[in-house]
T-cell receptor, first 114, second 114 residues
Framework: NAGVMQNPRHLVRRRGQEARLRCSPM?????VYWYRQLPEEGLKFMVYLQKENIIDESGMPKERFSAEFPKEGPSILRIQQVVRGDSAAYFC????????????FGQGTRLTVV | AQSVSQHNHHVILSEAASLELGCNYS??????LFWYVQYPGQHLQLLLK??????LVKGIKGFEAEFIKSKFSFNLRKPSVQWSDTAEYFCAVNADNAGNMLTFGGGTRLMVKP
């Protein structure tokens, strides 16, 4: 059973470009969480999704950031018109249901904006 | 909103030394508590967790943590560290009003000298 898979592992974008980060949850998991880790800081919750639904996006910046988890395929975190301050490690976690209070993390995507 | 603070950002120890990493949280309600470890270049792995019951929790690789409710603390301990314990350690809290979302501390980078 493969773990949570994130790709790419490293992503470099120029200011103003779009960044797309992908997360495939563990098999059988329908709940996905995205976290961001800024340099020298802890992980900060961004968004919680179930299949085709955003459950909680209280940690998402109001502009330029969006997330989806379609019925088929991976969850996507999309950052439009990236700025230097978006440089961070983005982690995805998944869990099988709402009642399992343990999430399994992927290896993260390190985004660098140049 | 809950918050988590880890007192030490960087810790350097020699092999066989004892380890204690501090973690305090602020939230007045029921919490679930976690310690995660991130080895260089790898994903976050769960070391141990506390949901209820015995406040002294034993995890993998010889780690343990003690939940002291009166102090809002969940310190991580290991009697004798090894070089392979070199990693970053994150304390995290899941509050009873936050679904499965985790609030992380800023992390502690541990370096164990051989």
């Amino acid at each position: 059973n493969a773990g949570v898979m994130q790709n790419p592992r490293h992503l470099v974008r120029r200011r103003g470009q779009e960044a797309r980060l992908r997360c495939s949850p563990m098999k059988g998991h329908s709940h996905v969480y995205w976290y961001r880790q800024l340099p020298e800081e802890g992980l900060k919750f961004m968004v919680y999704l179930q299949k085709e639904n955003i459950i909680d996006e209280s940690g998402m910046p109001k502009e330029r950031f969006s997330a989806e988890f379609p019925k088929e395929g991976p969850s996507i975190l999309r950052i439009q018109q990236v700025v230097r301050g978006d440089s961070a490690a983005y982690f995805c976690a998944s869990s099988p249901d709402l009642f399992t209070t343990e999430a399994f993390f992927g290896q993260g995507t390190r985004l660098t904006v140049v | 909103a809950q918050s988590v603070s880890q007192h030490n950002h960087h810790v350097i120890l020699s092999e066989a030394a004892s380890l204690e990493l501090g973690c305090n949280y602020s939230y007045g309600g029921t919490v679930n508590l976690f310690w995660y470890v991130q080895y260089p270049g790898q994903h976050l792995q769960l070391l141990l967790k506390y949901f209820s019951g015995d406040p002294l929790v034993k995890g993998i690789k010889g780690f343990e943590a003690e939940f002291i409710k009166s102090k809002f603390s969940f310190n991580l301990r290991k009697p004798s560290v090894q070089w392979s314990d070199t990693a970053e350690y994150f304390c995290a809290v899941n509050a009873d009003n936050a679904g499965n979302m985790l609030t992380f501390g800023g992390g502690t980078r541990l370096m164990v000298k051989p």
